[in-house]
């Protein structure tokens, strides 16, 4: 089935640890996203990728960073500089950079203990 | 600053009742607009969207909406819902100026009572 893959599902951390989260698809589409989501804030941009080794900061990105490396990859890095790293992760894909329409993960939430 | 607002953070009904949502945008210029859906449990997924031509558009589930240029609104409604309607509602937006980014509302959280 063709889809979009984030793992960890969970993940927990320390205070002063960067943790990498996962986000594969195999939808053959060009545009990646990275949202965070946060009760009664709805979803913020916090990186996108039109292309392959290219990537444009979204509203909150300090404290992230991504990398895309091969078109099916979008990894976010959340640091030890992120203030409040505690949140919902949903990565998502576009078939047509400029199209808006969005397919979206299962999330990864990160809790920092 | 460049938003989406959606002034309804929590919506209840009872089933039968009709619904509207309200979405304003801040960006000048031409838009892509969508409504996105998730379902207690469930991926985000699209309910409906608007690139161009006629301003009602309607979607899944008997939903619509109206996009009204002059007000940089886009509105959803649904003449009368159903408890399967229980679900949290984003509004989000596309400027041609910004290629690729999409920015999404802070949601709506609508609960229908059976």
Same mark, same amino acid.
């Given at each position: 089935d063709g889809g979009i893959t984030q793992s960890p599902k969970y993940l927990f951390r320390k205070e002063g640890q960067n943790v990498t989260l996962s986000c594969e698809q195999n939808l053959n589409h060009d545009a990646m996203y990275w949202y965070r989501q946060d009760p009664g804030q709805g979803l913020r941009l916090? *990186? *996108?990728s039109q292309i392959v080794n290219d990537f444009q900061?979204?509203?909150i990105a300090e404290g992230y960073s991504v990398s895309r490396e091969k078109k099916e990859s979008f990894p976010l890095t959340v640091t030890s500089a992120q203030k409040n790293p505690t949140a919902f992760y949903l990565?998502?894909?576009s078939m047509i950079p400029s199209s808006g329409e969005l397919f979206f993960g299962?999330?990864?939430r990160l809790t920092v203990l | 600053a460049q938003s989406v607002s959606q002034h309804n953070h929590h919506v209840i009904l009872s089933e039968a009742a009709s619904l509207e949502?309200?979405?304003n945008y801040s960006y000048g210029?031409? $838009?892509?607009?969508?409504?996105? $859906? =998730?379902?207690p449990g469930q991926h985000? =997924?699209?309910l409906l969207k608007y690139f161009s031509g006629d301003p009602l558009v309607k979607g899944i589930k008997g939903f619509e909406a109206e996009f009204i240029k002059s007000k940089f609104s886009f509105n959803l409604r649904k003449p009368s819902v159903q408890w399967s309607d229980t679900a949290e509602y984003f509004c989000a937006v596309n400027p041609y100026s910004s290629a690729s980014k999409i920015i999404f509302g802070s949601g709506t959280r609508l609960s229908i009572r059976p």
């Open positions: 916090i *990186y *996108y900061k979204g509203d990565c998502a894909s299962e999330g990864s | 949502l309200g979405c210029g031409t $838009v892509n607009l969508f409504w996105y $859906v =998730q379902y985000l =997924q699209l």
